[in-house]
């Protein structure tokens, strides 16, 4: 059985004092409560350490926004992927749209980060979705599929059944438009049946496919009933511990 998620992304939000009070008000709002979905923060590299210590991370998972391509040595200014395993957190974001465009990050780079999650133990939380120009072009699906073809569906099968992905059309992210739920649920079906062509049904069947783009209290209920919508990748919501707890409920 496939988990449902809830995640957070904090982006480059809160400083380390701000950051830990956030996510001890949501371990708080949680205490005596078991969630119907996983929850994940992704917070910034430098509270990650102090953040899974403040936790009960059995219960809020700590994520990663972002690891280095390399294993380790003198690339000044990264974080590998052991030095994230190394704080307690247990997950990493890959491929956000805003590191593909700010960043620079290709298929290539993003195929080894991937792999490098892995190889160390952490969930990757796998990123993908068109611009605005593309879904008015109506090719949404050939450029999601391809970006699926270039990263992550040349991994073993038992590496791609370790991790989640996350839709997020660029065009919701962070502009209030959220994709309607038939858009979202069109496009995760898609990809969970491109998974079943490439993997087989039972890996599609198995893998969480999470919806990103201004999801907020008021439209994760709908978007979560959805069949194919396992969770979401929560951006500005995530920012006030009662907006990402209300999110959690939806589940
Ligand atoms: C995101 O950037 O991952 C995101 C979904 O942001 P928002 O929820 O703010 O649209």
Redesign the pocket.
């Known amino acids: 059985m496939r988990k449902n998620i809830v995640a957070g ?1 904090w ?1 480059m939000n809160k400083t380390l004092q701000e950051g830990l009070a956030l996510a001890t008000e949501l371990n708080e709002s949680l205490a005596g409560v078991t969630p119907n979905c996983d929850v994940v923060i992704g917070t910034p590299f430098i509270h990650l350490a102090s953040v899974a210590a403040a936790i009960d991370t059995n219960k809020i998972a700590v994520a990663a926004q972002n690891i280095a391509d390399k294993d380790s040595g003198a690339f000044t200014g990264e974080v590998s992927a052991a030095m994230v395993k190394s704080t307690g957190a247990s997950y990493v ?1 890959l491929g ?3 590191r593909r465009e700010y960043y620079g990050e290709t298929s290539e780079t993003l195929n080894k980060k991937v792999t490098l999650a892995l190889a160390n133990g952490l969930t990757p939380i796998y ?1 993908c979705g068109e611009s605005l120009e593309i879904r008015n072009a109506n090719t949404q699906n050939d450029f999601v599929k391809n970006q699926l073809d270039e990263t992550i569906f040349n991994l073993s099968a038992d590496d791609f059944s370790k991790l989640a992905i ?1 839709y ?1 059309p660029i065009w ?4 209030g438009v959220t994709a309607s739920t038939a858009q979202a649920q069109d496009m995760l079906q898609f990809i969970r049946s491109i998974i079943a062509a490439k993997f087989g049904a039972d890996i599609a069947q198995n893998t969480s496919i999470l919806y ?5 209290a008021k439209n994760a209920a709908e978007l979560f009933s959805q069949p194919d919508i396992d969770g ?7 920012l006030k511990a009662a907006d990402f707890k209300a999110i959690i409920d939806a589940f």
């Not at 990103?212 to 907020?216: A, L, P, R, T």
């Not at 979401?232 to 919501?237: E, F, P």
Request: aromatic share 0%; hydrophobic share 30%.
């Open positions: 992304n982006k974001i956000h749209s805003e990123c996350a997020e919701a992210i962070g502009t990103g783009g201004s999801c907020n979401g990748l929560i951006g500005g919501a995530s």
